[in-house]
Each structure stands twice: as C-alpha cells, then as structure tokens.
C-alpha cells in the first residue's frame, strides 16, 4: 500500500514558477514508476509526467516539454514537479500517482496504468 500527499500548489502569475511536491508512505516507494496528472475544470484528467523507479527514465506531455521538470528523492520518498513559465492553460488540480511496474512503459499516459493516487494540490496561473 502506498499513501500518495501532494503540496506546493497556489496562485501565480503567468511566466511564474512553482514547485510540487509528493509524499509518499511505504517502504516499497522507491520501486514504483510516479506520474504527474493534471485536471481542469471541465475537462478530463491528463498526463503531465512521469519517472522511472531509478530516475533513468523521464517522460512529458508535449504542452509542458521544456517547461516542466520531474524529479525524485528516493531517500525521502518524494517526487517532484518544478513548473516554469507557467500559463494560464497549466491551472488545474494536479495528481501524484504510483504504478508498480517501475518502468516507464507503455501505457505511461493512462490514468488505469497507475495503481495509487493522491488527492490533488490546486495551481492556479492568472494572466
């Protein structure tokens, strides 16, 4: 069982930065692959990144490519998003999730390949 806790969401102004955090309980943290999604109001939940269990592997959607970037801590059982040059399109609820298999394979995109997930932190970008 893994215990997924997101923080550092906010308001922030266009071209702004922020940087989310993931918590995770459980010792087996460290083996699974962790994903960001993101959601906006109305829309369908959406792949943002995602990080192999080894940080070998890293892979993005093409609307944050070179702006965001997602990282891990395996000795704090934490991954990270650092999001730069934010725009108003980024606001959304944004989501940790844990996938088992470790790797970063196919399926990487989709919400059914993740077996945990937190609960959300908001970011709101304001123009």
């Known amino acids: 069982q893994v215990q997924l806790v997101e923080s550092g969401g906010g308001l922030v102004q266009a071209g702004g930065s922020l940087r989310l955090s993931c918590a995770a309980s459980?010792?087996?943290?460290?083996?699974?692959?962790m994903g960001w999604f993101r959601r906006a109001r109305g829309k369908e939940r959406e792949f943002v990144s995602a990080?192999?269990?080894?940080?070998?592997?890293?892979y993005y959607a093409d609307s944050v490519k070179g702006r965001f970037t997602i990282s891990r801590d395996n000795a704090k059982n934490t991954v990270y998003l650092l999001m730069n040059s934010l725009k108003p399109e980024d606001t959304a609820v944004y989501y940790c999730a844990a996938d088992h298999r470790g790797l970063i394979r196919s399926g990487v995109t989709e919400v059914p390949s993740y077996d945990y997930w937190g609960q959300g932190t908001q970011v709101t970008v304001s123009s």
């Open positions: 459980g010792r087996t943290f460290s083996s699974y692959a």
């Open positions: 990080i192999d269990w080894s940080y070998g592997s890293t």
